[in-house]
C-alpha cells in the first residue's frame, strides 16, 4: 500500500449520505469479501494464541480517533484467503481513506512486506502505520522505505505516514481493546458521516466471521439502513449460497443494525463462497453509487450547457474551452477540486465557479475550431477500474442564430 499522500486529504462525510453509508457497508463488507480475487489458501488456520498479540503500528493513532482500522496483516495472510485476499482488504481500506494503492514495496509484494496495520483518522487528518513482517532482510526493508519515502518515514521496523510524524507511543494502550487475541484478524472503530462503525473479522477452525454493528441517530434511520442493506445482499447472498456455505443475518436493534456473515468448510469452500459474495456486493454497490451521481452529473452537464449558451447569446460566440476539472478523472469516489485548472479564466467567463466542490466526475467544455459549435463533456469511474463513462451534449449555433441543444450522448454510464 502506498502509505499516503496524506496531508490535505479530508474524511469522507461530505459525500452524498446515501452513497455514503452503502460505501461504509461495502467497507465492512470486505472485512468477509476480501478473498474476490484470492486462490485458495492454506487450509491449515494458525493456532490461535493466548494473549493480546503485538500492535506497534497503533503508535501513529491519534488521541482522539474519529475512526480507527487495525488489521493483523500477518493473520490474514496465514487464514484460508490467504495473501491475495490481504491485499484485497488493504485496498478497500486505501480506498476509504482516498488513498493510492501501490501494489508493490520495492521488489517485494505490498501485503508480504508488513505485519500490522493501523490507519487512523481524526478530522482532515489521516494517518497510517504498518510493522514491516518478521523474517524480512534488511535490504528488504531499505528497499520498501526507499519505494515509500516520499509520503512515509521509516522508525526501526515501522513505516509512519504522513512523514514527520510525531508518535504517541502511550496510544498503543490507550487502544488496548483494539489489540487482537486469538483469531481476530481485522477490527474497525468509529464514526464516519452519521454513522458508529464496529466492525471486527475473525478467523477460526470451524470457519471465518465478520459481524459489523451500524449506529444510527434514530430507530426510523436504523430500518432505512436495514432496507438498503435488504437490497444490497439480497441477491449477492442467495448467488453465494449456491456455490459454497455462507451464513448472512442483519437485525434492527433499535437505533443499530447488526450484521453477520460467516463462511464455513474449508478452505476451497470459503473462497469459493466470498468469492461470488464479493463479485455481487461489487455490482451491487457500483449500482448504489450510480443511482446517488448520474442525477448529479446530469444535472452539472445540463448547467454548464445554459452557462456556455448564455455567455454565446450574450457576447456573439462561444466562449474560449476550458481545462479539464479536476484534472484526472476521479477512481471510485468523490474528490475536492481543488486542481488549478478551476482557476482557469475560461470558467470565470462562464460564470462557473469550483471553489468548494467535490465531484465523482470531471467536466470541460471544448468550442469548436470553427466556433460554430461547443461540446460539454464530463468522465466518470463509479467503480474504480479505469474504465470511463463519458457524458456528452452539444450546442449548435444554427444560420439563424439560435443555439441547438443535443440530448445527453451517455456511453456506459454506470462504469
Known amino acids: 500500500m502506498h502509505l499516503a499522500e496524506a496531508r490535505g486529504l479530508r474524511p469522507s462525510a461530505g459525500i452524498v449520505k446515501g452513497m455514503l453509508r452503502m460505501r461504509l457497508v461495502t467497507f465492512a463488507l470486505a472485512l468477509a469479501a476480501v478473498p474476490s480475487l484470492v486462490a485458495c489458501g492454506d487450509s491449515n488456520l494458525a493456532p490461535a494464541r493466548a494473549g493480546a498479540r503485538p500492535s506497534p503500528a497503533l503508535a501513529v493513532a491519534h488521541d482522539d480517533a474519529t475512526l480507527l482500522v487495525h488489521v493483523d496483516v500477518g493473520a490474514l495472510r496465514r487464514s484460508p484467503f490467504g495473501p491475495a485476499a490481504s491485499g484485497q482488504l488493504l485496498a478497500e481500506m486505501a480506498k476509504l481513506a482516498e488513498l493510492p494503492f501501490v501494489g508493490f514495496c520495492g521488489q517485494i509484494a505490498t501485503i508480504d512486506a508488513f505485519d500490522d496495520l493501523v490507519i487512523s483518522w481524526k478530522g482532515a487528518s489521516v494517518r497510517v502505520g504498518a510493522t514491516f513482517a518478521k523474517g524480512l532482510s534488511e535490504d528488504?526493508?531499505?528497499?520498501?522505505?526507499?519505494?515509500?519515502?516520499?509520503?512515509?518515514?521509516?522508525?526501526?521496523?515501522?513505516?509512519?505516514?504522513?512523514?514527520?510524524?510525531?508518535?504517541?507511543?502511550?496510544?498503543?494502550?490507550?487502544?488496548?481493546?483494539?489489540?487482537?487475541?486469538?483469531?481476530?484478524?481485522?477490527?474497525?472503530?468509529?464514526?464516519?458521516?452519521e454513522l458508529t462503525i464496529d466492525a471486527t473479522l475473525d478467523t477460526e477452525s470451524t470457519g471465518t466471521t465478520a459481524q459489523l454493528k451500524l449506529g444510527t441517530k434514530t430507530a426510523i434511520r436504523a430500518r432505512e439502513l436495514a432496507?438498503?442493506?435488504?437490497?444490497?445482499?439480497?441477491?449477492?447472498?442467495?448467488?453465494?449460497?449456491?456455490?459454497?456455505?455462507?451464513?448472512?443475518?442483519?437485525?434492527?436493534?433499535?437505533?443499530?443494525?447488526?450484521?453477520?456473515?460467516?463462511?464455513?468448510?474449508?478452505?476451497?469452500?470459503?473462497?469459493?463462497?466470498?468469492?461470488?459474495?464479493?463479485?455481487?456486493?461489487?455490482?451491487?454497490?457500483?449500482?448504489?453509487?450510480?443511482?446517488?451521481?448520474?442525477?448529479?452529473?446530469?444535472?452539472?452537464?445540463?448547467?454548464?450547457?445554459?452557462?456556455?449558451?448564455?455567455?454565446?447569446?450574450?457576447?456573439?460566440?462561444?466562449?474560449?474551452?476550458?481545462?479539464?476539472?479536476?484534472?484526472?478523472?476521479?477512481?471510485?469516489?468523490?474528490?475536492?477540486?481543488?486542481?488549478?485548472?478551476?482557476?482557469?479564466?475560461?470558467?470565470?467567463?462562464?460564470?462557473?465557479?469550483?471553489?468548494?466542490?467535490?465531484?465523482?466526475?470531471?467536466?470541460?467544455?471544448?468550442?469548436?475550431?470553427?466556433?460554430?459549435?461547443?461540446?460539454?463533456?464530463?468522465?466518470g469511474d463509479l467503480d474504480g477500474d479505469e474504465k470511463e463513462s463519458t457524458f456528452r451534449l452539444v450546442l449548435t449555433k444554427k444560420s439563424d442564430g439560435t443555439i441547438a441543444r443535443s440530448p445527453v450522448e451517455e456511453t456506459d454510464p454506470n462504469e
Open 140 to 193: 528488504t526493508k531499505d528497499a520498501c522505505a526507499r519505494a515509500l519515502a516520499s509520503s512515509a518515514d521509516r522508525r526501526d521496523e515501522l513505516m509512519v505516514s504522513p512523514p514527520g510524524l510525531a508518535l504517541t507511543p502511550t496510544a498503543a494502550g490507550a487502544y488496548a481493546d483494539m489489540r487482537f487475541e486469538g483469531g481476530r484478524i481485522a477490527k474497525a472503530r468509529g464514526k464516519l458521516d
Open 227 to 379: 432496507t438498503r442493506l435488504d437490497r444490497l445482499l439480497g441477491a449477492p447472498v442467495a448467488n453465494a449460497k449456491r456455490v459454497g456455505p455462507i451464513d448472512e443475518a442483519h437485525v434492527v436493534q433499535g437505533e443499530d443494525v447488526v450484521l453477520a456473515v460467516r463462511f464455513t468448510g474449508d478452505a476451497r469452500a470459503q473462497e469459493t463462497s466470498a468469492r461470488a459474495l464479493a463479485e455481487g456486493l461489487a455490482k451491487g454497490s457500483t449500482g448504489e453509487k450510480a443511482r446517488a451521481e448520474l442525477p448529479e452529473v446530469r444535472a452539472r452537464i445540463a448547467a454548464l450547457a445554459d452557462a456556455v449558451e448564455q455567455s454565446a447569446k450574450g457576447n456573439g460566440v462561444f466562449p474560449g474551452s476550458s481545462p479539464w476539472v479536476p484534472g484526472v478523472t476521479p477512481r471510485g469516489t468523490r474528490v475536492p477540486v481543488v486542481s488549478d485548472s478551476a482557476n482557469d479564466p475560461s470558467w470565470a467567463k462562464i460564470g462557473v465557479s469550483w471553489r468548494s466542490e467535490r465531484t465523482a466526475f470531471r467536466y470541460r467544455f471544448v468550442t469548436a475550431d470553427d466556433g460554430k459549435s461547443a461540446t460539454i463533456e464530463a468522465h
